[in-house]
């Protein structure tokens, strides 16, 4: 083997090493037993399935490379496709979807699990033009072949969506009522900490403040999906407030006990309730296993253990096909719950499992896809894969330069920007972080430059304060017992505060939902703003459309939004965003569901910008939000150990593992150029850290250039390179 770029014998092991080595041995046979059941695409295994007699329309074994027509036109059994980065997994499931449809299988039995409904709905789109366009003029006239209306029988959509729609569809056979809201995490967070306030816990020691709402809802949320006792997880990863672990654990009983009393669903719920149904409730899971016998889940390495658990009690009949999707290689959300173990016990799971590979990438040069490949092969537990291009030029090698500061750092960064823009427009650029404080000077640097920049991230739409109290308002339209949207809302006027909101929302709530104790003499008397209140939504009540429900709303919340926000035009803004949505749907459940389950990302108001300039900027982002994103020239900044990866990792193997991910992530973004930097030194008050990273150090020499931006020299990396 060449030599590494760095001496690696000073970088630590992570201690925890040895405590999980019985788990990682077991993934590890998995792995071993599943890769025994690859499929080779052969000519034997691929003919039968493209036979003239079949009638395809679709030339499947021109459009699709050996291994994508292996996976497109299996469609029996168990099998798990590992799609490498940039090696076309979208249109893979695109054209299995289209293989199914003319191989007789009916819309309505097909499934089809994503992340996003932008990723479902494309499937669909590319899979009805894909049909379509086989069509002569005749045919189209006939309609022989399905048609959009057939693909929309095909149930797709996020897991939540799906999840929540059989809840709805399928309340009666459950014994709950449809007419449930969906929290969302702020509204979860509300809702813990009124509860907390509410049942006056014993007083808190003074040792050590009780932890707040978000820490809170993290911790429950944490230990639901990944199947963690609170006290457990609370011993593990939030040690300084163990002390509370007893009123923790409670909470989160009379949490759950709330929302079920309120009818009010978190995201966590809303799949959660449907394993528990499949479970228990013989017809609920008969009937679902009768009527979906074709199921596709796209990025299975993202799943949790509830989505994994839903998806194997439907899928549990050898007779039902499943195929998943994904690269565990990328497995990157262990802090939204994410279980990297599912994707490798795969074949544990389903002993007869066919196992696919998806190698040829369509995105990076051979040079950058020789040093992803370098990383492949530090990660400890996976797949095996290798990928390659058919590309005839190799491209230039990644370049690892190190900055004197954070300053220099963002300097270099932003002259390579200016260097290249002869050749490349701005959005051909992206600058990925690993958290969103390491762009900070970037951001300043191309600010003083004057190079046009979007930043991915900040505050979601759905989240914007503004935007919540207009929706906890169409909230408690549909579902008067939506006691966290009836104080948002109160809270909102002068005069009442926490304990008044409470008392008139149980008096709402004894009066069966009515809205006439808001006129009561005690309560009209805290606020002149009640009444007015009272008149709009039973105005709202009556009215005929979401668009007009939201205007009224809207009449009667600017003004109060104008007294609370010095900014109200600018937020007013999003409420066109609003609006245009509320044309959209005929009721208010179908409203309320697309705007929890699938929100807009972007503010109208951060849109404002000419057309002609709106597109053609830098990209500065998360690592994370990178995701299944790719541009021409990549910058990886920061990777300075203890930064990339991050401290807070360096002493737990599965953190680290997932951190080594995350720059293997980072780097397969990358089409033609990749740029990996780092200051000489980072400081805080987390420490001092002047090492690189070691997922740079690690790796052999010759896979990366390595430069010294500071002293204005360049050298290659050599067995010993000299770091300035």
């Known amino acids: ?27 590890q046979l998995a792995i071993k037993k599943l890769e025994a059941n690859l499929i080779d695409a052969d000519d034997n295994v691929l003919k039968p399935r493209l036979r003239a007699e079949l009638g395809l329309k679709v030339d499947y074994a021109r459009e699709l490379n050996p291994n994508q027509l292996l996976a497109a036109t299996t469609i029996a059994g168990k099998a798990l496709v590992i799609a490498g980065a940039g090696s076309g997994k979208t249109k893979t499931l695109t054209y299995r979807t289209s293989y199914l449809l003319e191989n007789g299988v009916a819309p309505k039995q097909i499934l089809l699990l994503t992340f996003t409904r932008k990723a479902a709905n494309e499937i669909k789109s ?55 809201t969906i929290l969302d995490t702020g509204d979860s967070e509300d809702a813990i900490d009124l509860i907390f306030k509410e049942k006056k816990y014993p007083a808190q020691t003074k040792k050590q403040a009780f932890p707040r709402k978000r820490t809170l809802q993290n911790i429950f949320s944490t230990s639901r999906n990944r199947r963690i006792a609170i006290k457990d997880l609370v011993e593990d990863s939030y040690p300084d407030i163990a002390i509370h672990i007893p009123i923790i654990e409670q909470l989160a009983i009379d949490f759950h006990e709330y929302k079920r009393a309120n009818h009010l669903y978190d995201f966590d719920d809303i799949i ?6 499949l479970k228990t409730n013989d017809k609920f899971r008969q009937l679902l296993q009768d009527n979906y016998r074709y199921v596709m889940v796209d990025e299975y390495q993202d799943t949790n253990i509830p989505q994994k658990q839903l998806i194997d009690l439907i899928c549990a009949p050898a007779s039902v096909s499943l195929m998943v999707v994904g690269d565990d290689n990328q ?50 537990l996976g797949y095996q894969k290798q990928l390659y291009s058919n590309a005839t030029i190799t491209g230039d090698k990644p370049v690892f330069s190190r900055g004197s500061d954070e300053t220099r750092e963002a300097k270099d960064i ?31 640097e191309f600010m003083e430059r004057g190079i046009p920049f979007i930043v991915v991230g900040g505050i979601k739409f759905i989240e914007r304060r503004h935007v919540k109290d207009v929706l906890a308002f169409v909230k408690i339209l549909y579902n008067p017992n939506d006691t966290i949207a009836w104080h948002r809302i109160l809270t909102l006027f002068k005069g009442v505060g926490a304990v008044t909101a409470t008392r008139l929302t149980q008096a709402i709530n004894s009066d069966d939902n009515s809205f006439e104790p808001l006129l009561l003499p005690k309560f009209s008397k805290k606020s002149p703003q009640l009444a007015p209140l009272h008149s709009t939504l039973s105005k709202a009540q009556q009215a005929q459309s979401v668009e007009t429900i939201i205007e009224l709303i809207l009449d009667f919340y600017i003004p109060i939004l104008k007294t609370v926000e010095e900014n109200w035009r600018e937020r007013s803004e999003d409420f066109r965003v609003l609006k245009n949505l509320a044309t959209e749907y005929g009721s208010l459940d179908d409203f309320l569901e697309n705007l929890a389950l699938d929100p807009p990302n972007d503010s109208v108001a951060a849109m404002d910008t000419p057309e002609d300039d709106n597109n053609d900027k830098v990209t500065i982002s998360t690592i994370h939000s990178a995701k299944g994103l790719e541009w021409p020239i990549v910058f990886v900044n920061s990777l300075v150990d203890g930064m990339t990866p991050h401290y807070r990792s360096l002493d737990d193997f599965e953190e680290l593992e997932e951190e080594r991910k995350l720059f293997y992530v980072a780097c397969s973004r990358a089409k033609n150029k990749l740029y990996l930097t780092a200051p000489d030194y980072f400081a805080s008050y987390s420490g001092y850290f002047d090492k690189p990273s070691r997922f740079i150090a690690e790796l052999p020499a010759d896979k990366v250039e390595v430069k010294s931006a500071k002293k204005g020299l360049a050298r290659l990396a050599s067995a010993d390179p000299v770091w300035w």
């Open 414 to 444: 932003a002259d390579k920007v200016v260097e290249h823009k002869a050749d490349y427009d701005y959005n051909d650029f992206a600058v990925l972080c690993r958290t969103s404080f390491q762009s900070n000077y970037v951001q300043l």
């Open 126 to 180: 590319r899979a009805k033009t894909l049909l379509v366009d086989t069509l002569s003029e005749d045919e189209l006239a006939e309609d022989t072949l399905p048609t959009s209306k057939m693909l929309n029988d095909i149930t797709s959509g996020t897991f939540h969506s799906f999840c929540n729609r059989l809840l709805r569809q399928y309340s009666g056979l459950l014994g709950i009522n449809p007419r449930f």
């Open 1 to 27: 083997m060449s030599a590494t770029v760095f001496n690696t014998e000073s970088y630590q092991y992570p201690q925890n090493f040895a405590d999980i080595k019985p788990k990682l041995e077991r993934l």
């Open 272 to 277: 959660s309730q449907v394993v528990r149904h």
């Open 331 to 380: 497995s990157i959300y262990a802090f939204r719950g994410a279980n990297y173990e599912n994707i490798l016990l795969f074949g544990e799971t389903y002993p007869e499992a066919s196992l696919i590979k998806l190698e040829q990438n369509y995105r990076s040069t051979p040079a950058i896809l020789d040093y992803i490949n370098a990383l492949s092969k530090q990660i400890t």
